[in-house]
């Protein structure tokens, strides 16, 4: 089974400010990897797909990269409605699907 | 547009199954995956199973002896059955739906229902 890691657990940050989150396989999944983001109480959203495609209607300021084992998601100046937890999920081997833990981004 | 939503009851008791159902408006069910996916209170996602439109089922393997998932076409829903639950099996429940991969097997979730609270308890 391929597991999933999320860094950092959560972080607090400012609007305007630019996040990083980071996500490893425990295995090679090429660009295998999606992002979403779950705000409380709701569904999780599709954000970014094949590790770099920005899905339909998603700001601009959201990107993603990499591949093989280390991705990683960027929100560019952090507007009020980001702040939410965020979860990569692999693709790849199936079954399982596995997500991440997810990363809490809160305001600081 | 497409739209997902889930029902059921939001109760069941220990040892009994839980059932869901999860209706598919605006679109086909045909030529997607459709999946379960839950989340315990707190807690993140957790992969249920999936069912492609042709019926094929996947399930996690840390589940597999108690799930099932069946599609119906003609109603244009599919439906999850979780038996003998436990308060473990308490959790937010989601259905969505999944793109298909170059490999044939499911991708991104880009559609997603609401969810349905369900709790296990007498």
């Known amino acids: 089974d391929i597991q999933m890691t999320q860094s950092p657990s959560s972080l607090s940050a400012s609007v305007g400010d630019r996040v990083t989150i980071t996500c490893r396989a425990s295995q090679n999944i090429g660009t295998s990897l999606n992002w979403y983001q779950q705000k409380s109480g709701k569904a999780p959203n599709l954000l970014i797909y094949a590790a770099s495609i920005l899905q339909s209607g998603v700001p601009s300021r959201f990107s993603g990269s990499g591949s093989g084992t280390d991705f990683t998601l960027i929100i560019n100046s952090l507007h009020p409605e980001d702040f939410a937890t965020y979860y990569c999920?692999?693709?790849?081997?199936?079954?399982?699907?596995?997500f991440g833990p997810g990363t809490r981004v809160d305001v600081k | 547009q497409v739209q997902l939503q889930e029902s059921g009851p939001g109760l069941v008791k220990p040892s009994e199954t839980l059932s869901l159902t999860c209706s598919v408006s605006?679109?086909?069910?045909?030529?997607?995956?459709w999946i379960w996916i839950r989340q315990p209170p707190g807690q993140g996602l957790e992969w249920i199973g999936y069912?492609?439109?042709?019926?094929?089922?996947n399930y996690n393997p840390s589940l597999k002896s108690r799930v099932s998932i069946s599609v119906d076409t003609s109603k244009n829903l599919f439906s999850l059955k979780v038996t003998s639950v436990t308060a473990a099996d308490t959790a937010v429940y989601y259905c969505?739906?999944?793109?298909?991969?170059?490999?044939?097997?499911?991708?991104?979730?880009?559609?997603w229902g609401q969810g349905t609270r369900v709790t296990v308890s007498s």
């Open positions: 605006g679109g086909s069910i045909s030529d997607y995956y």
């Open positions: 969505a739906r999944a793109l298909v991969n170059a490999f044939g097997g499911p991708d991104a979730f880009d559609l």
């Open positions: 069912s492609y439109f042709t019926g094929s089922t």
């Open positions: 999920q692999q693709s790849y081997n199936s079954p399982p699907i596995s």
